[in-house]
DNA sequence: ATAATTCCTCAAGTAAAGTTGAGGTCAAGA
DNA sequence: TCTTGACCTCAACTTTACTTGAGGAATTAT
């Protein structure tokens, strides 16, 4: 393919730093269309480097392969994207990322306060309240109801000797 | 089981809003370790109470259920924890949380830079560099060595019309 | 022209964190 | 006593994000 504006699924592997492998595997899930030869292989447009080299950044900010896959179709196909297009995008990322920090950092102030009182009470404690359904994305009892349990008489810590 | 200072694993599933298939379960991953009756039920210490509950914040704050198994290792069987057991734990899910909101400011940071200069070029933009190895836990393609792209010469943005 | 690469399509495996279901036993209340 | 309702085990399924391998076709290099 040497001198061709198109990129075999290896060379692209190479320019990405993704598996070829994975790459098939993003084809699947959307994330890429590249057209095929006579030969039926797999033929990529030169933007699709900075496409798949995006759904690398976009994981690194926490977004799934669906999330990106719908990121993605507000980008052009053909062409690379244009500063309009990052900018808009961005600024997505961006919100996103405040929001986990939001989240982490209240669970910190939480975890804090929690030092002090040395509790870990399931009467009193902040933790256990922590867990609402929109930190919890992923993690824990996945069909949890969010219904926490009632007190419990032998919640208590017990104090060192 | 009423009256007993034991609990049955629907009474424990109760108090702590866990599902009874998810307490097996974190017994089969020895977070949990509850005796027979001669029915061949299971019968859990009501310290068991707090230990699965610990179990739910530890996640919260981002550890896997064998790192918490670690950690369980470190608290009394028969007993509940003491002030002193939390104050040391509490300190390690302090430590993990500020290098995750550290993390995620550093990329924050590194978007923020991106969007006032409007790269997202492989030649030149930190965010193509902010996925090291230690920020990647577990997404992204799996076996990726970090051999990141050689420059493109068709990586740039194009500009608005 | 032939050998060595690379590529193709499935199908199946992996890890985490559980859930769901089948088939059967135990315990508690009427 | 009998009948629910809770519990038991074990196997299989779920989701996300890929990898690995088998068996074969297309390209590229010599």
């Known amino acids: 393919m040497k001198g061709s504006d198109l990129l075999t699924i290896g060379e692209l592997a190479e320019r990405t730093g993704l598996t070829v492998s994975a790459i098939r595997f993003y084809e699947e899930k959307g994330l890429?269309?590249?057209m095929r030869n006579q030969g039926g292989q797999r033929r990529f447009l030169?933007?699709?480097i900075r496409r798949l080299s995006f759904v690398l950044v976009a994981q690194e900010f926490g977004f799934t392969i669906s999330e990106i896959a719908v990121q993605l179709k507000q980008l052009p196909e053909g062409r690379a994207p244009t500063k309009?297009?990052?900018?808009?995008?961005?600024?997505q990322f961006r919100r996103h990322l405040?929001?986990?920090i939001e989240r982490?950092?209240?669970?910190?102030?939480k975890l804090d306060a929690c030092i002090?009182?040395?509790c870990l009470s399931m009467k009193s404690c902040q933790l256990y309240n922590a867990g609402d359904a929109a930190s919890r994305?992923?993690?824990g009892p996945r069909y949890l109801l969010?219904?926490?349990?009632?007190?419990d008489r032998d919640d208590e810590l017990t104090e060192d000797p």
């Not at 982490?104 to 102030?109: E, G, S």
């Open 84 to 91: 309009a297009d990052w900018t808009r995008i961005s600024k």
């Open 146 to 151: 969010g219904d926490r349990p009632e007190f």
């Open 104 to 109: 982490m950092t209240a669970l910190r102030d």
């Open 137 to 139: 994305h992923g993690r």
């Open 116 to 118: 002090g009182c040395g």
């Open 32 to 34: 890429v269309h590249p």
């Open 98 to 100: 405040d929001q986990r």
């Open 46 to 48: 030169r933007a699709d």
